[in-house]
């Protein structure tokens, strides 16, 4: 069940950017990271297969290479508070060039698991912004 939480969350990250006004999809998910003390709004089609993001407000997109993070809930049977961690290379990895490039942003939030109850999650993404500078 824990599993299954963290397969929606890696889904949600790990989807495309959209064509045209990525906020108006019915099927847009909007995040909100914060990229080394600067707020970034970042949009994905639930839907897609890529691993990019639109930024919202520009013509950009941040590419998505590493997630990892901390689901963190009360256990319903035993009361105890259980941390899982996670993390996943989307398979860009280590290119040669990128270093420099690289952003790290972090998020927090929570959902409501109908077994678990209140799931949060501490989530850090690396990747890059396009197009790039330098």
Same mark, same amino acid.
């Given at each position: 069940?824990?599993?299954?939480?963290?397969?929606?969350?890696? &889904?949600?990250?790990?989807?495309?950017?959209? #064509?045209?006004?990525?906020?108006?999809?019915?099927? &847009?998910?909007?995040?909100?990271?914060?990229?080394?003390?600067?707020?970034?709004?970042?949009?994905?089609?639930?839907?897609?297969?890529?691993? &990019?993001? #639109?930024?919202?407000?520009?013509?950009?997109?941040?590419?998505?290479?590493?997630?990892?993070?901390?689901?963190?809930?009360?256990?319903?049977?035993?009361?105890?508070?259980?941390?899982?961690?996670?993390?996943?290379?989307?398979?860009?990895?280590?290119?040669?060039?990128?270093?420099?490039?690289?952003?790290?942003?972090?998020?927090?939030?929570?959902?409501?698991?109908?077994?678990?109850?209140?799931?949060?999650?501490?989530?850090?993404?690396?990747?890059?912004?396009?197009?790039?500078?330098?």
């Amino acid at each position: 069940m824990l599993l299954g939480a963290t397969m929606a969350i890696v &889904a949600v990250l790990a989807v495309g950017m959209a #064509s045209a006004d990525p906020v108006n999809s019915k099927n &847009a998910q909007i995040f909100t990271f914060d990229c080394g003390g600067e707020e970034v709004t970042l949009v994905a089609i639930g839907n897609s297969r890529g691993a &990019a993001f #639109s930024v919202v407000d520009t013509t950009g997109n941040f590419v998505l290479m590493r997630v990892e993070g901390t689901e963190t809930f009360t256990d319903p049977e035993t009361g105890e508070v259980v941390e899982y961690e996670f993390e996943f290379s989307t398979g860009q990895g280590e290119k040669k060039g990128l270093q420099g490039s690289l952003t790290t942003c972090d998020d927090s939030g929570s959902f409501e698991d109908p077994e678990l109850g209140t799931v949060t999650v501490d989530i850090t993404v690396t990747g890059f912004f396009t197009p790039r500078t330098g």
